[in-house]
């Protein structure tokens, strides 16, 4: 059984169709559009609202199987960009540690030295909690800015002419959790939920 890597979300308007795997997805997309109807069928993916595009001629075997070369190949290039950054040229010389640890020049005044030096484990040791430190914090927002990213890009494609856009617009980005949800809470359920749904790391408070 094919496991997919990405999971998507399809409205027809402000009614959500199908949500999950990209193969059931596109299948209920096919249905819709085979019915001639006449709002808009649009799909999302489920982390970036990005929009998805589903090639669907042929038979459910032959969708099925494009879309597993597809979401193949794009985990093969994921790989294959994580292994380059991971890789490193500089030789390891005799007497090095082989936990990950590689040794680089770095150049600080003498007073940065002196600081590093009185902490606890010494300046290695520090320099590895102050490095964690702000690849955790820095995580922490970039999160919280795809987050929004995703809500924005949804909001604009599917409920641009929706009440209070606008100002739900400004509470995303203010974050301000309980006016966003005010202002979202008349919009069609499905919209509504699924804009919710993206919004679950929008507002995570400041590190």
Not at 61 to 75: C, F, P, T, V
Not at 118 to 127: D, E, F, R, Y
Not at 161 to 190: C, H, M, S, V
Request: a negative charge.
């Amino acid at each position: 059984m094919t496991t997919y890597s990405r999971t998507c979300t399809a409205f027809e308007g402000h009614r959500l169709i199908a949500s999950g795997e990209l193969p059931r997805v596109a299948l209920a997309v096919k249905e819709v559009l085979a019915r001639g109807e006449q709002a808009p069928v649009l799909v999302f993916d489920d982390v970036s609202a990005a929009p998805v595009e589903f090639d669907l001629r042929g038979s459910a075997e032959d969708i099925a199987a494009r879309l597993n070369q597809a979401d193949r190949a794009a985990d093969l290039a994921t790989d294959a960009t994580t292994d380059a950054a991971a890789d490193t040229s500089t030789p390891r010389g005799r007497g090095r540690p082989r936990l990950g640890v590689v040794a680089r020049e770095v150049t600080l005044l003498p007073r940065h030295w002196d600081w590093l030096n009185a902490q606890p484990g010494g300046a290695s040791v520090a320099l590895r909690k102050l490095v964690e430190t702000a690849r955790a914090t820095g995580e922490h927002v970039d999160r919280r800015r795809a987050a929004q990213e995703a809500v924005y890009r949804f909001m604009t494609a599917l409920a641009g002419n929706l009440p209070d856009y606008e100002d739900a617009t400004r509470a995303l980005y203010a974050g301000d959790r309980p006016r966003f949800e005010e202002k979202i809470a008349q919009w069609p359920d499905d919209v509504r939920r699924y804009t919710l749904r993206l919004a679950e790391n929008a507002f995570e408070p400041h590190a």
